[in-house]
């Protein structure tokens, strides 16, 4: 399977230069139809047995590497930073027009964590939202995953901070155990680059915060997106930061009560999966589940009933 690799130059930004990187892989059969594909925080795209799949559906996959994340972070930059969530709506609108020149007149787009924030945002008022088809979102990060006392009264004057500093920070803030999970020299099955998606160690940007609130604040009050959502989650949540066979089959970085909670303030045409021994990125689960969820997506982009059936995969949809 080969892939292409764009460098798209960007307008520059408060630290200067900005590029992401777009790559893509394609069907040996001509198609209109393709897949956008967003990663999450502290992330980048590695995952190519997800662009098989969708490539033996008979779409073509594209994927972007952020501004300031994995293959697009240049020296001098803060990783994984931005100061509000708009701010990387260029580089969609190159990913998308870049799409429609190849021919693509069926797109979908596909969100995971804060990838699946800045999806639904996107959806919302990116510029060329237009021509996006429909949503699908992998764990979407739509709440914070701490207590109450955290989310309201820590995070708020952290992100009225970042006004004033805007380069403030903490670090250790994310534990190890999800990189545990799904990293091959742990107990995973994946050899991602570990200098492009650290274990857990990364500064935790105070803005980042603040962009990321802003975001789910917006959700909470109602998107009104009048396309076809799914959203998938794994059906359980892990919240110790202590290492347990459990973190083997749920998520161990979002609240996926949560998760379903807010899914239903993003439109009127959503459908919720809770799938049985997910990971928080339900593409890294073990084999049988992340074949289940990939099955979801395509039968959900084909327009054919959405089932995620077996043992190992608990169908909970609700279409409004």
Known sequence: MEFRT????LPDDYEGRVTATLIE??????????VLYLHGYSDYFFQTHFAARIVASGRSFYALDLRKYGRSKLPFQHPDYTRDMSEYYPEI???????RADGKSDITLIGHSTG???AALYCADGPERRFIDRLILNSPFLEFNQRWIVRHLVIPPAAWLSRVFPYIHTGGALSDVYFRSIHRSERGEWDFDTEMKPSGSVPLYFAW???VRNGQKRIKKG????????????GVSYHRRRWDEAALRSDTV????QIARYALRLGDRVKRVSIDGG???LVLSRKEVRERVMDCMVAFMDDRPVRAEGEHATEKIVAL
């Open 6 to 9: 764009t460098t798209l130059v």
């Open 25 to 34: 892989t394609h069907p040996d059969r001509p198609t209109e139809a393709a």
């Open 93 to 99: 609108d190159r990913a998308v027009d870049k799409m």
């Open 116 to 118: 699946g924030l800045l």
């Open 209 to 211: 915060l603040r962009a």
């Open 223 to 234: 998107l009104g997106l009048t396309i076809p959502v799914l959203v998938m989650y794994s």
């Open 254 to 257: 979002l609240d996926v009560k």
């Open 279 to 281: 990971l928080h990125d």
